[in-house]
């Protein structure tokens, strides 16, 4: 069966490309820490291994780096005493190839926009506070607490011991319309739960 | 408009040969490649001999080992953020505040452009009191396209940032 997508070329690419995914791609996390870390030992690696043999070819070792050691341990060695070194090897190389492929998860929530050249995100930590803010202003809560889950938002109140539950439901709502109001992609279901002070 | 992928190509190129080496050096140790005993030397005392005698060799591992210790230096700069924050727009910046002169305890407005003027990299802090949403339509709607039309035209992306402090 032939569907309009097949039909038309631009179609597809149009379809699939949402304002999630838009969003999701620009703010995706750039692995900065693993690749500061990995190319830093490289480069000290690399460069230092280039002094010495340079250093020792020009008749004066500067002894930063064994290279002699190293040459002398590998003619001694056989493959057979190798296995661990080579899984550990094995195990480092699968954990940055995981990194590398793994998209992970942004620091910063999406948020709608109008525009598709334009990404807007907000901190974790922003919506966060933001949330228990709003959380706060509803009469007769002391305290909020809200976590951001993958699917879901739990946001926890600690009331007096007067509290009812229409509490949680202007709770759940004050929460909902700040979500709404910010226009946040992705955040699911909001789960206010109550604690009760003094019971 | 995408992330950055530098470090991601990068870290999948390391992993990828060490990934590589580690199988291979399992593997020979385990003796399952045919024709490759295990109990043969990691270097074997020919090669060494062979690369000891002639000083070329060395030379040509030196300059291999250099080039690769430039492209990595070049990774670790770009990682650090070298060449990918951009400058700062002092009338961008300006337009910002003024268009958010209604949140009181607006904090860290910064604009800044990324390269040849290919991207936008827009931040700000709000207090937790502020109303996020109003302030991100208003950045959806008007602040950022009259700020790219300051900075360039319409075409070009922006990268939002949005922080509520305590």
């Known amino acids: 069966m032939t569907t309009l997508q097949q039909i038309l070329p631009g179609a597809a690419v149009a379809a699939q490309d949402t304002p999630l995914r838009r969003s999701r791609r620009a703010l995706r996390p750039a692995r900065t820490p693993a690749a500061v870390l990995v190319a830093a030992v490289l480069t000290a690696g690399l460069g230092l291994t280039t002094a010495e043999i340079v250093s020792a070819l020009l008749g004066k070792s500067l002894g930063w780096v064994p290279v002699d050691r190293a040459v002398a341990w590998a003619s001694r060695s056989s493959w057979n005493e190798l296995p661990p070194v080579g899984l550990a090897l094995a195990g480092v190389g699968a954990a940055l190839l995981l990194l590398a492929l793994v998209p992970g998860r942004s620091r910063l929530v999406p948020v709608e926009t109008t525009d598709p050249l334009i990404v807007v995100g907000i901190t974790r930590v922003g919506l966060r506070r933001t949330l228990r803010a709003v959380a706060q202003e509803v009469d007769g809560v002391h305290k909020a607490r809200v976590r951001l889950r993958r699917r879901r938002i739990e946001v926890t109140v600690v009331t007096g011991p007067e509290s009812s539950g229409s509490m949680l439901k202007q709770v759940g709502t004050a929460v909902g319309d700040r979500l709404a109001g910010v226009g946040t992609l992705e955040t699911g279901e909001v789960v206010v739960r109550l604690r009760r002070k003094g019971l | ?166």
């Not at chain 2, 995408?2 to 385990?30: D, E, F, H, K, S």
């Not at chain 2, 060395?58 to 770009?78: E, K, P």
């Not at chain 2, 910046?93 to 209604?102: H, N, Y």
């Open chain 2, 1 to 166: 408009m995408r992330q950055y992928a530098g470090n991601r190509v990068g870290l999948a190129v390391v992993g990828t040969l060490l990934l590589g080496a580690g199988a291979y050096a399992w593997l020979r140790g385990q003796d399952r490649l045919d024709g490759l005993p295990s109990r043969a030397k990691v270097l074997p005392e020919r090669t060494a001999h062979a690369v000891a005698e002639q000083s070329w060799a060395l030379w040509a591992v030196a300059l291999v080992l250099l080039v690769l210790a430039f492209v990595t230096l070049r990774w670790l700069l770009l990682s650090l953020g070298w060449g990918r924050r951009g400058a700062r727009s002092g009338t961008g910046t300006a337009m910002l505040c003024v268009g958010l002169k209604d949140v009181e305890g607006l904090a860290r407005a910064t604009v800044r452009v990324v390269g040849e003027a290919t991207r936008l990299r827009i931040g700000l802090t709000c207090p937790a009191t502020a109303d996020v949403g109003s302030v991100a339509t208003k950045l959806d709607r008007e602040i950022v396209s009259r700020i790219r039309r300051e900075v360039r035209d319409d075409d070009l992306a922006a990268i939002v940032r949005i922080h509520v402090r305590r």
